[in-house]
């Protein structure tokens, strides 16, 4: 019997990490040892053994960028610009959503980025209790940001506010340290200064992180610099949000002044190059500006709408190539930094105590095939990891030294695709009645 979802001890024998072999033992939620030939010491002690067979040993994959519940809207709305996607298609199709569909649709994004190797996510969305029901059930982490939009009016802004405490209120009466809390500004053009002021103090006052978008494109650097005389970062400087505690999705058009100014507040840049190559941004992320200025660079997916999917393993290769390409350098964002990138700093900017394989750190790990195809040869399985492999070559995911899957396998699987599909129809069902009813 596979002890899924709880936390165990458990001895891995065999692994490959570093180009080792290698044994790990976890108990308590963390990696107690790493090392070749561990396992006489640790036998005894282990209530479960996984004999990898040679399968790489990594450190869980942390997505710091997602909106979960939009898996639900995978593939309704593709090949449009940014705005007219979202007030066109997006919004309004949101505006039908319930703690249901967001309850549903967590699950299912769960589950797909369980499959791929994730084991924490950074989430804004809306109904995000719901969320952390799907969360809570599938042994993730995650940071929860009720996704604060207030249009620049009062009315909305207090409704909001409201909505973020509660939010706070709940995750804290859960009582599960795998879930956080952060203030979800959605963005500069849709939170006014006084939204942005009251997140950026709400945060701080209680230790949290702060989630936003930041200068996904062209269209908002212009806008914010005409209506204010300032760049986007600079403005969301005044009002507090850059901190060591925000995570920034996108990032695409900063200028240098603005990547120093994320490296001095040590405020972390979420890349989503797949969202950003669909929807045509235009621009990659400054990756070696912002690494050079000390901010830390992670890797996130996006929402399914834009992405479309969860993977990690596919957003690694999107990310080293698409920095490659765009400035001619090969040896930019080198394979290594890739897998760094998608645990390790996001681990960090998330503080989830995981992202690195040595003692003491969190039970967050992964195992991936040995024998898949993507691994032959093995000259260098960090090589294939970014170059080769999708999410499917993953074979196990331990979370807080808990399995959530062990050879592919993840209990309930086929209860999920069913709800979520029953889920995503009808949200669908209930947008096009509306669109019947306005003609
Ligand atoms: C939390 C809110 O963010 C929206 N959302 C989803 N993807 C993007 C994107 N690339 N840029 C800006 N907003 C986005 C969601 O549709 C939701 O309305
Ligand atoms: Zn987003």
């Given at each position: 019997m596979i002890p899924y979802n709880k936390r165990t001890s458990i001895l891995i024998k065999g692994a490959t990490h570093n180009c080792r072999k290698t044994d790990i033992f976890i108990d308590d939620g963390k990696i107690q040892a790493v090392g070749e030939g561990i396992r006489s010491e640790f036998k005894s002690s282990a209530d479960f053994e996984i004999d990898a067979g040679g399968d790489v040993l990594l450190p869980g994959l942390v997505n710091t960028h997602t909106h979960a519940a939009m898996s639900l809207l995978r593939g309704y709305a593709d090949d449009m610009i940014l705005f007219e996607w979202l007030s066109q298609k997006i919004w309004p199709l949101e505006a039908h959503l319930n703690g249901d569909d967001v309850y549903w649709g967590t699950r299912l994004a769960c589950l797909e980025m369980i499959k791929s190797g994730t084991v924490a996510f950074n989430d804004m969305y809306f109904f995000m209790d719901r969320a952390a029901d799907a969360v809570e059930e599938a042994g993730m982490r995650a940071c929860l940001s009720h996704g604060f939009i207030d249009l620049f009016t009062e009315e909305k802004r207090e409704a909001e506010i409201k909505a973020t405490i509660n939010l706070h209120n709940h995750i804290k009466s859960r009582n599960n340290p795998k879930l956080t809390f952060a203030t979800g500004p959605h963005a500069l053009y849709t939170v006014s200064p006084e939204g942005l002021t009251w997140c950026a103090e709400y945060a701080t006052e209680n230790d949290a992180g702060i989630h936003i978008h930041l200068s996904e494109t062209q269209q908002e650097v212009d806008d914010c610099v005409k209506n204010n005389g300032i760049t986007p970062a600079a403005h969301l400087d005044k009002y507090g949000i850059l901190t060591e505690r925000t995570v920034a999705a996108h990032c695409c058009y900063l200028d240098d002044s603005e990547c120093e100014l994320l490296g001095k507040r040590k405020t972390a840049a979420s890349h989503n190059p797949a969202s950003n190559m669909k929807l045509a941004g235009g621009r990659a992320i400054p990756y070696s500006a912002l690494k050079n200025a000390g901010a830390p660079v992670c890797l996130g997916t996006d929402g399914c709408a834009s992405n479309n999917n969860l993977d990690l393993f596919e957003e690694m290769k999107i990310a080293a190539l698409l920095q490659k390409f765009t400035t001619?350098?090969?040896?930019?964002?080198?394979a290594a930094e890739a897998i760094d990138i998608a645990s390790r700093t996001g681990a960090e900017a998330l503080r989830t105590g995981g992202g690195t394989i040595a003692p003491g750190f969190a039970a967050d790990i992964i195992l991936v095939d040995r024998n898949a195809i993507c691994q032959a040869p093995f000259h260098n399985p960090i090589s294939n990891i970014v170059y080769a492999c999708g999410g499917n070559a993953v074979r196990s995911v331990i979370c807080d030294g808990a399995i959530l899957m062990h050879d592919r396998e993840i209990p309930g699987e086929d209860a999920i695709l069913a709800g979520a599909e029953a889920a995503a129809t009808s949200l669908v069902a209930r947008r096009e009645e509306e669109i019947r009813n306005q003609s």
């Open positions: 001619g350098d090969p040896t930019i964002l080198p």
